[in-house]
């Protein structure tokens, strides 16, 4: 039973309250005692729980009390309510799953909840952004202790499958850059399959434990090929490490910010990029680069045999590559996946760890190989699995190696000190094949691969302003068809779906991928059967309408693409446009190619030419020194303390206390010393204390606090210590202090008030909050409720009426008139 451990009056055993409503006392205690759970709920909830057509999970069931609530109370949409409950509770309600499921409400076991979940049709929610997450009132302040684990683990949960399903959507930047990356994506990695087999190679990440192998690796580097992934170039340029192979991945522009040095590596130096890496780092990279994946974005001729750029890291995407020219033997360095024990995500010399140790992560923990617990994040949590699931796949004897004593603890991996890794090392021939296949990176390839590009660019566009056509057409069918309904118009409908599946069904996929955001629009998770004409119409029109959307935005990319490919034809003719080759250059921003073309290119330059190429070189110059970047940018907020609180707070409620000791000194080690900083630590502080059960040395360091947002915080627990302590002079003062934060304390201040003998204030008190929510039912009931115990009988009276005049089936409210009525 889940009240194992707990005394007798926690036994799972129902009460009636005074309403007539069951109430398992050891969950929900006197939640209900006062007023009906309907009054509470409508003030707890107000009207977020029924927001339109969203995706809810509860915690907890309130005694199954919330269930009926929503059953009843919801209104008539789409959405979805999953209370997820321990299983003994479930039985105990002995509630009638499949009563509630007519109405999309479900009742779900902790145990299995994930798994129905996973299976719901929750990323349509998602790609809306209609998942919602409650707590229930008995979850919320959860008496029996119960619920902690459950809500936290939940609310990771979900976050988790946000994050993932986010990345989905972001399938546009990915098709972006690889219709961007059409010209520099010649030379597929699949030739390369194999050729390293018995050798050794190490990955070199970006974690912070690279810092403590860097040594070994120099000393060891002619024993392995060195796979670096882009974000540590400007560490290894520091040390004089010099990598074989560069693996970059990522789509976004703070990727190049982040990567850029790995442009000055000597021309030999190979960039292994995936088919969607940002263009401006692939289209100035100054020797040969080996691209991952599909050359084009649809299915084609085009696209050749290759090895799969992985996911959602480079390191992912860099062990799919060495897995697949067989290295027999790979090493991990720098491959944490976590963040190291003073909170730092990063080796020295990137950006991130010039901010100092991260303040800002998700709240999630692995085991490390030294069998510790490290913070991590849902990206790395992520990241990790997809290598254990890539190492399992492995269908040949292959060791691998991760030398990250603090790094997270790889399925599949082993770890092992360096002193104890025996090399294989590598063989000339493996070098000489990689070496001999890069220089077939020739100009006459380069113009054929151009060529070809440009022609299949032409083709789909061609195609995709067919598919336009005809969506405008299916829209206009598609209106008279429930307008006249004849099958005739309906046979028409088919057939031009037919040759959009058909046809043109090698663009379909892209399309929905590409206007992902377009598509979901018309995805309606209720049931048709239950739709009228009007809403099939519409639905039919969003539908189409997608199509269109989708196709114009791609045609501008194919455009893009196309004037791109141009110019890069326009290189290696003799006489090129120069004015058009610098104009395309400026527009993508890509400065170094005409540093490219200068090194490449032994023909005399006109003066004003020549001028307009030193002008793009400074430009390259300038973009590669300069830090006023977007991620720069970004890091910077991601250290700073501003509603760092938010994580303080989340916890301490799950009386986390090695994350709040984590974060206390990863705070210490923040440079500067403010107000602000001192505010945060005394909160910090004090929920520490009042977890080791110190609570006067908590009370001195939550009245530390300065900072507003920590304040409030802080006040909360300043007023319950204090009338634990039965200071109730100091409790007082707190809900005036927090009254004048939010007037949504000044219920609890006037009850307070009232049981300290401050009748005047009290009234004052409440007919303050009731001034600005006059709504709230509860409120007005513990007014007329005072009103009555102080004799304040005609008072108590216009109280109860206007409660009756919103709530007509009051029970207290009728029963209190009834009293007064006897006694006038």
Known sequence: MINKGKNESSRLCFSSNRFGEKVIHAINQITFDRFESKTVFKSHFKYEIFE??????????????LIDYIVNSRNDDNSVYYFVEHQDVIEFLNKDVNSIERENVFLL???DWEDIINNSNIAQYIYKNKLRFFESLGACYDYLDIYHGIKFKAHAFLERLSFLNR?????????IRQLQNVCENILPAMPLKGCFDGASCIILGGGPSLDDVLPWVIHNKESMVIIAVSRIAKRLQDVGLIPDIVVSVD?????????KEALLFPSHVILVNS??????????WNGPNIYLGSRFPWGSKCNLENI???GPTVTNSALSFALGVGFSQILFAGVDLCFSSDGYTHAKGSIEASFGPSLTADGLWVETNNGQKAETSFPLVTAKEKIEQALEEIDKPVSVINLARNGAKINGAIYQDIIDVELNGVSDSARNILSKYCSTLTSSKKYDAYKEAFQELLKVKQDLSTIVSLANECIEINAKFYLKGTINLADKLQKKQQILDNKYGYLGKLLKAYGLSYFVEFMAPDNVENWDNKKLEENGRLYYQAYINSANGLLKLINNAIKRTESRIDELNDNPKFENLLAQWENDKQYGRASFYLNNNSSALSEGILNSFKIMEN???ELLKSNDTTHFNTIKKQVSIDNLEHKVVQLFAKRDMGGLLKLNTSLSMQPGDDGSKLSLQ?????????LRKELDLALSFFENTTVENHRIYALNQIVGISIGNQNYHRAVDGLKELSDFSPSFLPKLARLQYLTSDVIGAIESYNKYLTLFGEDIQVWLSLAKLFFEIQAYDSAKVACEYIISVEPANKIAYGMLKNIATLE
């Open 167 to 175: 990345v989905t959507l972001g399938s546009e930047n990915f098709i």
């Open 682 to 690: 005394s909160l910090i502080n004090g929920y520490i204390n009042v």
């Open 251 to 259: 789509p976004f522009d703070d990727s190049f910010d982040v990567s």
């Open 52 to 65: 339109k057509d969203t995706f809810n999970v509860v915690i907890g069931t309130d005694s199954g009390l």
């Open 619 to 621: 430009k390259f110059t």
């Open 275 to 284: 088919y969607h890496v940002v263009s401006s780092l692939v289209s100035q």
């Open 308 to 310: 799969l750029s992985a």
């Open 109 to 111: 076991n902790y145990e």
